[in-house]
């Protein structure tokens, strides 16, 4: 069953289109990557996909409802997650506090102090972090400001706050980025462990072509806004159309 759908959604910027009638479909449990050169189209498909940008035309269907025109706290609340490229926390909370806020946040839409006053929201709240914490194995870490975290954890600390909302459907946006061979590996481990222990969809947008080919179930490849072509791994590996217009003239 496709808990996520587009048809024909197509993004203009003045006289640029940025998205071109991209139609993709990700079924329920699915690891699926996007890939392109710069400048492609992959950012504006997921911003426009998660709320961040509102379509020129087209559709986006989550689990069957058209969430075009939805704010993104809104889609948030229906079960979609995101991390950025670049990790956003509160540098001077704990790292216990940061998924506190976001798991109380996709109860309330927003961040409401007075949740201190409603004992059951706050156990909820706290019961939610604390499975967060150990997914992540970040639970000895809890009580250390998030700004003192090495690069690594502080990235592993973003999808923790992306999973305080109870997703079903994640995006990952470059979440290897800047990432030693050692820190890959563990998120590499954690995005399996997210789908074949907690049954997550996983929308990942990454440059490292081999975590892509590793892990994913199926590719999407993005050119000048255009999807150009979508298969498992090994297709994408070989498809002449993807070595001319991102990967290069060699076989990856």
Excluded: C, W
Aim: charged fraction near 30%; glycine fraction near 10%.
């Amino acid at each position: 069953m496709a808990i996520l759908e587009t048809r024909g959604l197509t993004k203009e910027f003045g006289g640029l289109r940025a998205l071109d009638e991209v139609d993709i479909s990700v079924e329920e449990g699915e690891l699926v990557s996007l890939i392109g050169p710069n400048g492609s189209g992959k950012s504006t498909l997921i911003n426009t996909i998660t709320g961040r940008l509102e379509p020129t035309e087209g559709d986006v269907h989550y689990n069957g409802e058209d969430i075009v025109g939805l704010a993104p706290n809104e889609i948030a609340q229906r079960g979609v997650g995101r991390t950025f490229q670049t990790a956003s926390i509160f540098p001077e909370r704990t790292v216990r506090e940061n998924i506190e806020i976001a798991a109380h946040a996709s109860e309330e839409g927003s961040f409401k102090m007075n949740f201190l006053r409603r004992r059951d929201s706050f156990d909820e709240v706290l019961d939610r972090t604390e499975r967060v914490l150990e997914t992540i194995e970040l639970d000895d870490q809890g009580e250390m400001e998030a700004q003192s975290l090495p690069y690594g954890d502080k990235r592993r600390l973003e999808v923790a706050i992306g999973l305080a909302t109870g997703p079903d459907l994640m995006f990952m946006d470059e979440p290897t980025a800047g990432m030693s061979p050692g820190e890959t590996a563990m998120t590499v481990e954690l995005i399996e462990r997210l789908r074949d222990e907690l049954g997550m969809t996983i929308f990942l947008v990454e440059h490292d072509m081999d975590v892509i080919f590793g892990i994913s179930d199926r590719v999407f490849v993005l050119n000048e806004g255009a999807l150009i072509a979508e298969g498992p791994p090994s297709e994408i590996r070989e498809s002449e159309i993807v070595r001319r217009a991102y990967l290069g003239s060699e076989t990856v």
